[in-house]
């Protein structure tokens, strides 16, 4: 029932919410103190039965520790940045530890994940990224977050699942071919220098915010003279339309995967572009912002929010 | 997620832990086996050390193979066996090493660490002593350690401390469920199946006197037994520890003889009321029990049949290879008669060729027309007026060693005076024995119980005066106490409390006194280890518990209520573990932290996440009167926490400031 269901964060590990059961080596422990008794009890050797009881009630007292060393954790989502389908998503992960103790060995994956190990500091926190592998476009739920540890002695293992709610927009993997077609450019270019793009430079302005990062001046700031964008003469004017119906009838996955290319393409060159999709048009821009817009339009053409 | 953690490999921190703390458990074994199996184990465990440290490659399967063969059959060779005590732990000793060069993932380090546990107990079947048990606690101590290690991914040598202390909290945590279980664990009589005993130490009184035997023990300061007396000490002279009987003699060496075998006390009349006690025998590698002169009840409390011979030697039906624990009754004073048929003749026997002028002797004080009472007078006046010394390092004897003795070297201890006397009361015709045992003993004020080392092994004499019995004549204590060399031997057998003595001989300094205090606390610690650790057993279980108010429990219902007992312990110790309230440890949050609640009790609560600087720009709009402070604070405790100079002055400066706001 309710623990199906993602939370909004943060997500605390409460008591209810840990599990902790044997290890595979705590059995085989449990085995060993079992012969270990035999032993005692055959030679009636006090020394024997003191040194297994006392493992005995150490290995009981471990079972508080490891539930322990699992228990209030408090948990955060950051903002997830959107990714390439077939790229891992990565998913920021603030992990509290509100006691007074330190925390050894937690464990963080997805289901099927290779888990992270972080260790945590008395009243400290760290942020951290799982990763979660993308195929499909559209918004990407990894699950839930599995939390376990095995400090300290390995017997026994506790662990917790963490619904919290996260996802990942993922965009259309960007189709091989980087080429913008020809007719494109030739019908809406009226001057300067078509296809060369970025060539043209013109001169440097302050950046300001929203200004594509390709455009910025690096150099200059490596000289600690700012941040600078470029300014490109040539194809400043030029607006280009990305339209779904320049592709023929090539499948709708592929469609948006040209597509996808032709927006990193014109982003590159910092053309001004417009998308049109058959169900929403975007008008011509150029910057950071109008991309991830563009990028978003593709990654959810025709789906309904919340597809894993 | 499982299958992740079936596949994980220890880190190079963890492993190095693992070796460590297993040489530890590994060593007292690897002394204990044959040099060349040790050496073997040594080496094996070298080659695991040189491929963490030095790169080196481990052994391919079938070289593996083949030194798991090697090894088990030099065990095989050695034990001609492979069970038991001695090859079972020699086996998993070796086979421990071998483990070692074939270890890969984190789970075969676990299971090899758990082998280590093991082993420890197999420790405990050589030796229970105090010293054992603290070394062993130790190694558990790594052993826990290297565990945690083990299961630290991120483990370094910069956590060793930490590793140790959070292995000694856990450890200190498991002792009350220890104590418990110890306690409450149903205990059985006998074991579940028989094990073949391992060789044991023959250290111990003697069954026969040839010159030199008690001379080694005289030096020997182990425990023989210790006595708990239900009433009052008996007088230091009263107290002779009965072992053996010795009756035939070559003239050099005394031997026990034949006697019946009995089990009930033989007849004789007691003169006053029997004292009881009870004794703690050390393991001895032999069946003697011992008893005050003389016993008029049988032992009680021994786990296996004991008997009585008719000159009352006491004897267990089992070589005391462990402790033995049994309560007792003696008559300190009696009337002995008890004289069978072969007795007189063996009493009488003496070999006629060897000590002549000591018969000679002897039959001149029979001409004289002296009875057998004034013959024992005689003879004790011959030490007594003569210049015999009491020494522990007796010149040698030629070949006729009781007239060398005493008409020569005159020197010698107490099994000298014995021999000689009863020689003496043969040739005159008055029928003697020696007997050997334990005269005295140390009174432990600590524990109120009785030391018997084997340093206080003694032999005397009993004669047969017709009409009174057997009567003890101890002539060594006849000699004059300026003629014996050590004030511990004069005193012996005036007083049991060795430490006036001690104090009182002018020759002992505080050094020496001191020394004998700690010599007592540390017996009495013993004492405790041997009564309520090791000698734990059904018995002493019954005993506790009716103190407790338990009588009668079948072992289902002391298993369930040992479960009952463990169940609420876990959850009481959880409860501490959880409950704890968590400690701010460093300073300066702790200073910001009272910061934040004195601003909460004026209505500026810190919202979680709220940065130190955001919040105090918050706070200063809202408390505006406070607003130097607030400032003032946060900037100490910015620079405090995440500058990295920090001075202890402005730790007191931040101190200072909260305080005053």
């Known amino acids: ?308 | 997620m499982r299958h992740y953690e079936a596949q994980l490999t220890p880190t190079l921190s963890g492993k190095l832990w693992l070796l460590a703390a297993l040489f530890t458990v590994l060593l007292p074994h690897l002394l204990r086996m044959p040099p060349l199996l040790s050496l073997a184990s040594i080496a094996v465990f070298g080659w695991r050390l040189a491929h963490e440290v030095k790169g080196w490659s481990l052994p391919r399967r079938p070289l593996r193979w083949l030194l798991t063969l090697i090894f088990f059959a030099g065990v095989f060779l050695t034990y001609k066996t492979v069970v038991g005590r001695d090859a079972g732990v020699a086996l998993l000793t070796v086979m421990l090493c071998l483990k070692l060069i074939e270890l890969h993932t984190l789970r075969d380090a676990m299971v090899t660490l758990y082998l280590g546990y093991f082993l420890v107990i197999g420790g405990f079947l050589f030796s229970q002593s105090v010293y054992n048990g603290l070394y062993l606690l130790l190694v558990v101590l790594l052993l826990t350690a290297a565990l945690i290690a083990l299961n630290h991914p991120n483990s370094a040598m910069a956590h060793t401390r930490y590793y140790l202390r959070y292995a000694g909290q856990l450890l200190l945590q498991a002792f009350p469920i220890m104590v418990v279980m110890f306690i409450l664990f149903p205990r059985l009589d006998s074991p579940l199946w028989s094990m073949p005993q391992g060789n044991v130490g023959k250290t111990g009184l003697s069954d026969q006197i040839r010159m030199g035997t008690i001379s080694s023990l005289v030096a020997s300061q182990e425990v023989a037994f210790r006595v708990e007396f239900k009433g009052a000490l008996p007088d230091a002279d009263q107290l002779y520890w009965r072992g053996p009987v010795l009756w035939t003699t070559d003239g050099r060496d005394w031997q026990r003889t034949r006697q019946t075998v009995m089990h009930t006390i033989p007849a004789y009349q007691q003169l006053s009321a029997p004292v009881e006690y009870t004794v703690t025998l050390e393991s001895s590698g032999y069946s003697w029990l011992f008893s005050l002169d003389l016993p008029s009840s049988m032992p009680q409390g021994l786990d296996h049949a004991s008997f009585i011979l008719s000159d009352f030697q006491l004897l267990s039906e089992k070589v005391a290879t462990d402790k033995q624990r049994y309560t007792i009754r003696s008559a300190l004073s009696y009337r002995n008669e008890v004289m069978f048929n072969n007795d007189r003749r063996m009493a009488l026997q003496l070999p006629s060729d060897v000590n002549r002028m000591t018969v000679a002797m002897a039959q001149a004080w029979i001409a004289e027309g002296l009875d057998a009472g004034q013959l024992v007078e005689r003879a004790l006046a011959y030490y007594r007026d003569n210049d015999f010394y009491y020494t522990r390092q007796p010149p040698l004897l030629t070949v006729d060693p009781v007239d060398d003795f005493l008409f020569n070297t005159r020197r010698g201890f107490c099994e000298h005076y014995a021999t000689s006397f009863v020689t003496l009361m043969r040739a005159a015709g008055v029928p003697a024995r020696v007997v050997t045992g334990y005269q005295g003993g140390e009174r432990n004020n600590l524990g109120n119980y009785l030391i018997v080392r084997q340093s206080s092994a003694h032999a005397w004499a009993e004669v047969w005066l017709d009409g009174e019995g057997w009567q003890r004549v101890d002539p060594t204590s006849h000699i004059p106490a300026e003629r014996v060399e050590e004030t511990v031997d004069a005193q012996r057998f005036a007083t049991t409390d060795l430490l006036s003595s001690v104090a009182g001989g002018s020759q002992f300094n505080l050094f020496a006194r001191t020394f004998f205090q700690l010599r007592q606390v540390w017996d009495s610690v013993n004492y405790g280890w041997n009564m309520w650790v090791l000698g734990f057993d059904r018995e002493q279980q019954d005993k506790l518990l009716r103190a407790l108010g338990i009588r009668d429990m079948s072992w289902q219902n002391l298993l369930l209520t040992l479960v009952g007992l463990i169940t609420f312990l876990v959850a009481a110790i959880s409860l501490f573990i959880l409950l704890r309230r968590p400690r701010q440890t460093d300073p300066v949050v702790r200073a910001y932290l009272l910061f934040c609640r004195k601003l909460a009790r004026k209505g500026t609560v810190r919202g979680q996440g709220e940065g130190p600087q955001d919040f105090a720009k918050r706070a200063s709009l809202e408390q505006p009167g406070d607003s130097e402070r607030i400032r003032e604070i946060t900037r100490l405790y910015v620079q405090l926490r995440y500058a990295p100079e920090v001075s202890g002055a402005s730790l007191k400066q931040l101190k200072r400031s909260v305080a005053n706001l």
């Open chain 1, 1 to 308: 029932m309710r623990r199906d269901q993602a939370e909004p964060g943060p997500v605390t590990l409460t008591r209810r919410r840990v599990y902790i059961l044997p290890s595979g080596s705590g059995i085989i422990f449990a085995l060993l103190l079992l012969a270990m008794l035999i032993g005692a009890i055959n030679y009636q050797n006090s020394l024997a039965f003191i040194f297994t009881f006392l493992l005995t009630g150490m290995a009981l007292v471990s079972m508080v520790h490891t539930f322990r060393n699992l228990n209030g954790l408090l948990f955060r989502v950051g903002h997830v940045p959107p990714v390439f389908a077939g790229e891992q998503a990565a998913f920021p992960l603030s992990v509290e530890n509100p006691g007074g103790q330190q925390r050894i060995a937690i464990k963080l994956s997805f289901r099927e994940q290779t888990p992270l190990t972080l260790d945590l500091e008395a009243n400290g926190g760290q942020w951290l990224q799982l990763h979660h592998p993308t195929s499909r476009r559209g918004w990407v739920n990894p699950g839930r977050i599995t939390a376990y540890t095995r400090f300290p002695l390995g017997l026994f293992h506790a662990w917790a699942y963490i619904h919290i709610e996260m996802r990942a927009l993922v965009y259309p993997t960007p189709a091989a071919d980087r080429k913008l077609p020809a007719k494109l450019l030739v019908a809406d270019g009226s001057s300067g220098d078509q296809g060369k793009g970025d060539d043209d430079f013109a001169s440097l302005r302050p950046y300001h915010p929203g200004d594509s990062l390709r455009h910025v001046h690096w150099k200059a700031l490596a000289r600690e003279q700012g941040l600078m964008t470029k300014q490109f003469g040539g194809g400043v004017s030029e607006q280009l339309w990305l339209r779904w119906e320049l592709l023929g009838n090539t499948p709708t996955e592929e469609r948006l995967a040209r597509l996808t290319r032709w927006v990193l393409e014109a982003d590159a060159r910092g053309m001004a572009y417009g998308l049109a999709l058959p169900d929403r048009e975007i008008a011509p821009q150029r910057g950071d912002a109008h991309r991830r817009l563009c990028l978003e339009a593709l990654a959810l053409f025709n789906l309904r929010e919340g597809r894993e």
